[in-house]
């Protein structure tokens, strides 16, 4: 799990410094969208993992779907808004 949250703070990092960057402007509350669906993912991919790891797979695979999937909605509507806004501008 260690290295899943170093991949996902660079990976955050980079994203924050191309954006700054590039000149995109982005909103306060697509900020709070994109960092609860960081978290909903990160927390998705640790109890998917425990799970796994204990031979239960059908709750680790809903727990991806009730959980793990409002993460990526949670990501991707903030990401579609700032790139249909940056294409505009």
Known sequence: MFFVGIIFTVAIAFLVFWIIKQGISVRWWEW???????VL???????????MGENESLPAWMFWLYIGLPGLIFVAIPAILVFIRAKKA
């Open 32 to 38: 709070l969208m994109g960092a609860m669906g960081v």
């Open 41 to 51: 993912l990160v927390f998705t991919i640790q109890n998917f993992m425990g799970l």
